[in-house]
């Protein structure tokens, strides 16, 4: 089960921009990750591809925030903020929760859930 200490750990490793990082250190090999109703992307070598194909997307971070988190169980959901500006010039801006499932101090499941029309600001 997660600790609150080791959720606050993988939200400043993401909070510093560090996102293939985290992937490395707090996500299990076999982690089945998804996009809203997008089929999940399973595997760390694959979530960390997919991971370096949205940082090329970015220009820069704007902001990067978890607003809250809560951990219960084996359970965990962050929300977070993702403010960018892309390589196409949009700015974007993300508002979405993360339900995650660890395996002692590892995320073996997560999901990401957000208005996918709501996300290019204006």
Partial sequence: ??????????????????????????????????????????????????????LASVARFHEVRALSALVHGDRAVIHWIFDYTGTDGGR?????????????????EERFFYDSAAVRAA
């Fill in 92 to 108: 974007y801006r993300l508002d979405q929760l993360a339900w995650q499932r660890w395996e002692g101090d590892r995320v073996v």
């Fill in 1 to 54: 089960m997660p600790t609150q200490q080791r959720v606050e750990r993988l939200i400043a490793t993401v909070e510093r921009h560090a996102l293939v990082e985290a992937i490395d250190e707090f996500y299990a090999d076999n982690v089945v990750m998804q996009e809203n109703g997008h089929p999940p992307t399973v595997g760390k070598a694959a979530n960390r591809d997919r991971e370096r194909g949205f």
